[in-house]
């Protein structure tokens, strides 16, 4: 079964910053991977996905992830954080098999004015 | 024009009550899901449904059962509630099980 690791539980970036949010997974065949974000008191939004093909993807909102498959890694960066990127994030793993689609635990993004 | 709907969109009740949540979607996807989020913002799927069938059911209390009348709906029935229910329940649904997964408001259920 695929898993979902987010070592960053808090991340505190001041605005402007640049921002790398990690994201490592465990799956035996090349997985659909996904990033989404989550505003205080909202649902969950689709950021960016990666299924194949460059493994540098574009999302919304000025994000993107490149997926590193040697690294079971699939990082989400932006080059200048707003105050308004401050919520939650979220990586998760989609399979064909197994549980289907797993979350991350989440890391938690504060952006300093 | 929503996608992915849910009602209510604050719960709160009483244990021992039972209770329902409800969600919709207009995207014609195949498969939908419920997740619980705890405090810790934690996200654990609970149930999904692929053309009317359980596809998965994870280790949650019979206490919860989900009904879907038809492919665009999948209702969350919860029935003597304790106070370890309190939590957000999200609705989602996909075109395919591993496929990107789009997610409704959330329902904030408090048991008190």
Same mark, same amino acid.
């Given at each position: 079964?695929?898993? +979902?690791?987010?070592?960053?539980?808090?991340?505190? +970036? #001041?605005? =402007?910053?640049?921002?790398? /949010?990690?994201?490592?997974?465990?799956?035996?065949?090349?997985?659909? /991977?996904?990033?989404?974000?989550?505003?205080?008191?909202?649902?969950l939004q689709l950021l960016l996905k990666y299924f194949s093909g460059d493994?540098? +993807?574009?999302?919304?909102? =000025?994000?993107?992830?490149?997926?590193?498959? #040697?690294?079971?890694?699939?990082?989400?960066?932006?080059?200048?954080?707003?105050?308004?990127?401050?919520?939650?994030?979220?990586?998760?793993?989609?399979?064909?098999? =197994?549980?289907?689609? +797993?979350?991350?635990?989440?890391?938690? /993004?504060?952006?300093?004015? | 024009?929503?996608?992915? $709907?849910?009602?209510?969109?604050?719960? @709160?009740?009483?244990?021992?009550? %039972?209770?329902?949540? &409800?969600?919709?979607?207009n995207l014609g996807h195949d498969t939908m899901y419920w997740y619980k989020?705890?405090?810790?913002?934690?996200? &654990?799927?609970?149930?999904?449904?692929?053309? &009317?069938?359980?596809?998965?059911?994870?280790?949650?209390?019979? !206490?919860? $059962?989900?009904?879907? *009348? %038809?492919?665009?709906?999948?209702?969350?029935?919860?029935? $003597?509630?304790?106070?370890? %229910?309190?939590? @957000?329940?999200?609705?989602?649904?996909?075109?395919?099980?591993?496929?990107?997964?789009?997610?409704? *408001?959330?329902? !904030?259920?408090? @048991?008190?």
């Amino acid at each position: 079964a695929q898993s +979902v690791t987010q070592p960053d539980i808090h991340i505190t +970036v #001041s605005e =402007g910053a640049s921002l790398e /949010l990690r994201c490592n997974y465990s799956y035996g065949a090349t997985p659909y /991977l996904f990033w989404y974000v989550q505003s205080p008191g909202q649902g969950l939004q689709l950021l960016l996905k990666y299924f194949s093909g460059d493994t540098l +993807v574009q999302g919304i909102k =000025g994000f993107e992830a490149e997926f590193k498959r #040697s690294q079971s890694s699939f990082n989400l960066r932006k080059p200048s954080v707003h105050w308004s990127d401050a919520a939650e994030y979220f990586c998760a793993v989609g399979a064909n098999y =197994g549980q289907n689609f +797993v979350f991350g635990p989440g890391t938690r /993004l504060s952006v300093l004015p | 024009d929503t996608a992915v $709907s849910q009602t209510p969109k604050y719960l @709160v009740t009483q244990m021992g009550n %039972d209770k329902s949540i &409800k969600c919709e979607q207009n995207l014609g996807h195949d498969t939908m899901y419920w997740y619980k989020q705890d405090s810790k913002k934690f996200l &654990k799927i609970m149930f999904s449904y692929n053309n &009317k069938e359980l596809i998965i059911n994870e280790t949650v209390p019979n !206490r919860f $059962s989900p009904k879907s *009348p %038809d492919k665009a709906h999948l209702n969350l029935h919860i029935n $003597s509630l304790e106070l370890g %229910d309190s939590a @957000v329940y999200f609705c989602a649904s996909s075109q395919e099980t591993a496929g990107e997964q789009y997610f409704g *408001p959330g329902t !904030r259920l408090t @048991v008190t």
